[in-house]
């Protein structure tokens, strides 16, 4: 069955520091990747997602990822972390056919300390 | 247009009692999707809806669990003879069909259900 797997379920940096969250898929055939972000009381929000045109994409406030299809992860970075990027971040896997339906990776939540 | 909404935000019943949860996505979207999110996961697939028609269950949805979109607009998600075990957070999300798999899905501020 078609997994993520997202290592550490938390994740502590310090203001300005690199921050780097990490996912892992697991497929035979090229999915859609993203990564959303969760708010405290809030709905997941899109960051940005891997659309097979380029390896590294870039989303919003600052995140980019880059897909390796050898090391099957697409991993989230930001090179200086904010006070405001404390949430949950959650990465998702699309297979494609018509559905569409996501199948996310139990989340990490990123810690940030002045 | 103020995204996809949610209604209740917070849900308290007692075992055994039905509930019926609210969304209304985005107006122009076709596509509606529900997903359960427990304390500590991410959010799970639960069914999804293009227009009226339900397009595909999971395995995870019991025959306590019924979802309509009767008019292709706003959907609702009923939980017959609840569980505690049901205590989750209900999500909706909307995307427009189309775009295939890479249809931006957005989500709402989910249904916050305990049931004691």
């Known amino acids: 069955a078609q997994s993520v797997t997202q290592l550490g379920s938390h994740v502590s940096v310090s203001e300005g520091a690199l921050v780097l969250l990490r996912c892992n898929y697991s497929?035979?055939?090229?999915?859609?990747l993203f990564w959303y972000v969760q708010y405290p009381n809030q709905g997941l929000q899109l960051l940005l997602k891997?659309?097979?045109?380029?390896?590294l994409v870039k989303g919003i406030n600052g995140f980019e990822a880059e897909f390796k299809k050898s090391e099957t992860s697409f991993h989230l970075t930001k090179p200086s972390a904010h006070m405001s990027d404390a949430a949950e971040y959650f990465c998702a896997v699309s297979y494609g056919g018509s559905q569409g339906n996501l199948i996310f990776g139990k989340g990490t939540k990123l810690s940030v300390k002045p | 247009d103020t995204g996809v909404s949610q209604d209740p935000r917070h849900k308290i019943t007692k075992r055994g009692q039905n509930v019926t949860f609210r969304c209304d996505p985005i107006?122009?979207?076709?596509?509606l999707y529900w997903y359960r999110q427990t304390l500590g996961q991410g959010p799970e697939f639960l069914t999804y809806f293009q227009n009226e028609a339900q397009l595909e269950k999971s395995r995870l949805l019991s025959d306590r669990f019924s979802a309509e979109r009767p008019k292709g607009s706003f959907s609702t998600l009923e939980i017959q003879r609840t569980e505690q075990g049901d205590s989750a957070m209900y999500l909706c999300?909307?995307?427009?069909?189309?775009?295939?798999?890479?249809?931006?899905?957005?989500f709402g501020p989910g249904t916050r259900l305990t049931v004691l």
């Open positions: 891997y659309t097979s045109a380029a390896t």
């Open positions: 107006s122009e979207h076709n596509r």
């Open positions: 999300a909307s995307s427009q069909a189309g775009q295939g798999a890479l249809g931006e899905q957005f």
């Open positions: 497929s035979s055939v090229p999915p859609y």
